[in-house]
C-alpha cells in the first residue's frame, strides 16, 4: 500500500506538468521555460501556489494576485493522474507493467483534455507515445494475436515487438481509410491524423485487441454522445467538430482495464 501512495504522489506532480503541457503544446510553446503564470495577468506562480491540489484548495480556484478563476481543468488532471498511478502500482506492484501502464495512461489523460478543449493531440503525446509503446513492448509482452501466427520461431521479447507494430499500423490504417473515405463522399474532413496517431499510440502499447476496442468504445460514444450534445444545444451538425479523440482516449482507458 506504501509504493501503492507514493504513486500517487508522484502521479499528482506529474499530472501538474500535464497541465502544463496541455496548454503550452497546442499553442507551440516551450514546457520549460517561462516558468509557470497565471494566464490573466501573467504573474509568475509561486512554488507554493503550485503543488498539485492543495494550492487550488487553498487559494479557493482563484489566482492569488488578480482572482480569476483558475480552471477546474487543473485539479481534475492531477487527481485523475494520481489515481490511474495508484491503481496501477496497487494492482501490479513496482513493476515493469505497472510502470508501462502509468506512462500509457498519464499520455491519455493529457490527450483527452488537449484534444477537449483545443481540438488538438499533440504530436508530442501522440507520436512520442508510439514510440514509448513500441519501445515498452520490447520489455513488456503485448498479447499475441497476429505476430505469434508468423514468428512462432522468434524470442519472445521480438515477437512482442512485432504485435505492438501490428497494432499500431492495422487500426491506424483502418481509420485513416475510414476518413479518407468520408472526404471523398462529403467532400469535407470528417477526421484529423491525430486521431489516427493517438489509435496507433494505443495499438503499441495494448496491441490490436485493445486498440480496436478503443476505436468501437470510442466511435459508439462519440456518436451517442456528440449526437444528443448537438441536438440539446442546437448546433450545427455539419459545422460542429466532435473532439473524437477525447472519446477515443477514454475508450482507451477503459480497454488498458479490461485488457
Known amino acids: ?48 501556489d503550485n503543488i498539485p491540489l492543495a494550492s487550488f484548495v487553498a487559494l479557493g480556484g482563484r489566482c492569488r494576485h488578480c482572482q480569476a ?15 490511474l498511478f495508484f491503481y496501477w502500482v496497487w494492482t501490479d506492484g513496482l513493476t515493469a507493467t505497472a510502470g508501462k501502464m502509468c506512462v500509457f495512461t498519464a499520455l491519455l489523460v493529457g490527450l483527452i483534455f488537449a484534444d477537449l478543449e483545443e481540438r488538438i ?29 508468423f514468428l512462432w520461431t522468434a524470442p519472445a521479447n521480438l515477437r512482442s515487438l512485432a504485435e505492438s507494430a501490428v497494432g499500431a499500423a492495422f487500426p491506424a490504417f483502418f481509420l485513416w481509410g475510414g476518413g479518407w473515405l468520408y472526404e471523398k463522399v462529403r467532400h469535407r474532413e470528417g477526421l484529423g491524423l491525430g486521431d489516427v496517431k493517438l489509435v496507433a ?19 459508439v460514444a462519440g456518436s451517442l ?35
Open 69 to 83: 478563476r483558475i480552471s477546474w481543468r487543473y485539479p481534475v488532471v492531477e487527481l485523475a493522474t494520481g489515481l
Open 201 to 219: 499510440m494505443v495499438g503499441a502499447f495494448l496491441g490490436l485487441r485493445g486498440a480496436l476496442l478503443t476505436l468501437i468504445l470510442g466511435s
Open 121 to 149: 493531440l499533440p504530436d508530442e503525446m501522440t507520436l512520442g507515445g508510439l514510440l514509448m509503446g513500441l519501445v515498452f513492448a520490447y520489455f513488456v509482452p503485448v498479447p499475441e494475436y497476429i505476430a505469434s501466427l
Open 1 to 48: 500500500m506504501m509504493e501503492a501512495i507514493v504513486a500517487l504522489l508522484f502521479g499528482l506532480l506529474i499530472g501538474s506538468f500535464l497541465n502544463v503541457c496541455i496548454y503550452r503544446w497546442p499553442r507551440d510553446l516551450s514546457v520549460v521555460a517561462p516558468r509557470s503564470h497565471c494566464i490573466a495577468c501573467e504573474k509568475t506562480i509561486a512554488w507554493y
Open 225 to 259: 454522445v456528440g449526437y444528443t450534445y448537438i441536438k440539446l444545444t442546437g448546433k450545427d451538425a455539419s459545422t460542429y467538430e466532435l473532439p473524437f479523440g477525447t472519446f477515443l482516449g477514454l475508450a482507451a482507458i477503459v480497454a488498458a482495464f479490461v485488457a
